[in-house]
């Protein structure tokens, strides 16, 4: 076997190398359910230089985790974003990472156009382009007073030498 095929080999059956992520000077909503809690707010997987963060459906939970912005569809918004936000600053990324979201709305035909324009006014703050893959779904949240909750999904390279090389 060429010494090539020996690396091959090795980083085929390498362990993945994963950790939980979070960040609870934003937000920790594990608080308010029976313990143990049985997900991680996100979670970080490493891959030979490239990063894959996972982040859990986020919604508008304060530090404490209590609900915020009860009644306010745009306030919820922005602070669920905010959140997601410091998740990722949390491990080294940004919304420019960012690949992927799926966003649930309790009530997608009342909210969905408040919805685009505040997502639509965030992206553009973080000067996005391109903007990430998203799907948005109507759904029964895990707390009756929340309106929309994301999950998030943010690649990127870890591998100094990959990045200057390109």
């Not at 993945?16 to 934003?26: D, F, L, P, Q, S």
């Not at 359910?33 to 508008?60: C, E, H, Q, W």
């Not at 919820?76 to 919304?95: D, F, K």
């Amino acid at each position: 076997m060429s010494a090539f095929a020996e690396i091959l080999e090795a980083i085929a059956h390498a362990p993945i190398e994963k950790r939980a992520v979070t960040n609870h000077g934003v937000l920790n909503e594990a608080y308010g359910y029976t313990k143990p809690s049985s997900f991680s707010r996100g979670m970080r997987i490493d891959l030979n230089g490239l990063s894959i963060v996972l982040i859990s459906g986020t919604a508008s939970i304060d530090e404490y985790g209590k609900s915020v912005h009860i009644g306010d569809f745009r306030a919820q918004m922005r602070r669920t974003l905010a959140n997601i936000t410091g998740l990722l600053t949390s491990e080294g990324c940004t919304w420019h990472d960012v690949v992927r979201t799926t966003c649930y709305l309790r009530d997608i035909e009342r909210d969905y156009e408040a919805f685009n324009e505040e997502r639509t006014a965030f992206y553009s703050e973080q000067g996005l382009d391109p903007l990430p893959a998203s799907t948005g779904i109507q759904a029964i949240l895990c707390r009756p007073e929340l309106l929309v909750e994301i999950e998030a999904i943010a690649m990127f390279r870890t591998d100094k030498a990959a990045t200057v090389k390109e």
